[in-house]
């Protein structure tokens, strides 16, 4: 950029977030004992605790009251993925001070694969998102059964209880189901928490550490859940443990036949989507190839036309995640959002930075910090008039965010940089659309 952006540095770097949110405190507490002088650091961190506290039960005393301007209502909505209470470092009330944020992505994530999302359990969690005046539209994910990937008999039991989600999904007004059709594994990558030079990690994907040893990643992945007490979507340590056996079930499963099983279970499913009037909106397959031998669908604009045609309803969409996509260089996101917007229910935005030897890593999202195209991406939403979802999808783990205190992707900051990002990239389309019309 030819101007360049600077940050006031007070010389505190290393103690930043704490103190310098602290200072006030301190000023007023030192004023206040000031005959012994004394700074009690303690003191002020349960004042900052009980303070915070207050904040937070005078927005859950009524979720639509905002000290700021009421924000300009727009067609696209933005949302955050959130894991529950208990279950997710970020809380509600952080995320209800990030502009812009209306829709909370969220699932129940004690449930298996297969299981019926019952009533109580998710009145439960709509009682804490309503109680923040967000939206619980979208569900990221009810996961699907190995059953029915593979296609076995049984498949159709599980097949029964996914419409029995939906159905109790549809009671709380939830309007689109992401999910995704990978045999085994979900997102797959080499190292959770890999330095990108500038002090913050990211996720990493080494391409020769994935060839045959599919224990040795698993064994990362689970290790790291393991010692840090966080299971991930995907990643069942019960499904896990079972791993051998899963790939002898799905020995059989072609990609051809797993083409079959996904229509199969879509066209099961989309009489009661159009009854409940919830959108099935599959997630890409991230990475976009075949990994340990096992095949995977949707990795390009080929296979994604072929997804849309195969069962060609309304309620048959897309999770178009630019990240997964753009793993692999050659798939133009933005071409595919021009083609298929209509069919877009929710757009997962997230940054890839390349390198020659195929590893990537993934990047802030500003355009220029990635070769993902993220303002090309926004500008074809805003063009297709774009009025799904959205999402930051992973960011970054930055400044105390590490193991242990942050789930990989799911840190707080990044992510809050990235919606500001891509809404100040919105906005500025928005005016210049404004000031085409008034000429
Ligand atoms: C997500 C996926 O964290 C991520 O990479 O985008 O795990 C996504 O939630 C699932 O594939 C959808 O079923
Ligand atoms: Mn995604």
Redesign the pocket.
Known sequence: VGSEMCIRDSGSAGLTPFFLFSMPFCIKYTRKNSKSRRIDYCQFATDILEYKQGCAAAVAADGKAKQHKEETPMPMKMGW?WYGEGNDPITLNDIKQIPGVTSIVWALHNKMPGEIWEIDEIQKVADQIHAYGFDMDVV??V?VHDDIKIGLPTRDKYIENYKQCIRNLSKFGVKVI???F?PIF??TRTDLFHPVGDGSTALFYQKDMIQDDYKAMADYILGFTEKYHMT???WEPERMAKLDELFKAYAPVTKEKLWENLKYFLEALMPTCRECDIKMAI??D?PPWDIFGLPRLLVDAESIDRFLSMVDDEYNCL?L?S??LNANPNNNVAEIVRKHCDRIAFA?I?NIHHFPNGDFSEAAHRDCCGETGIIEILRAYHDGGYEGYIRP??GRQLWEEGPGNCRP??GKYDRALGIQYMLGVWDLLDRLDEEKKKG
Do not use: L, V
């Open positions: 993925r990221e994910s996961n992401c999910y995704n990978m979900d997102w991930f979507p995907g997630h890409m991230d999770t995640c990240g997964s997962h997230r999808d992973h992707g799911y």
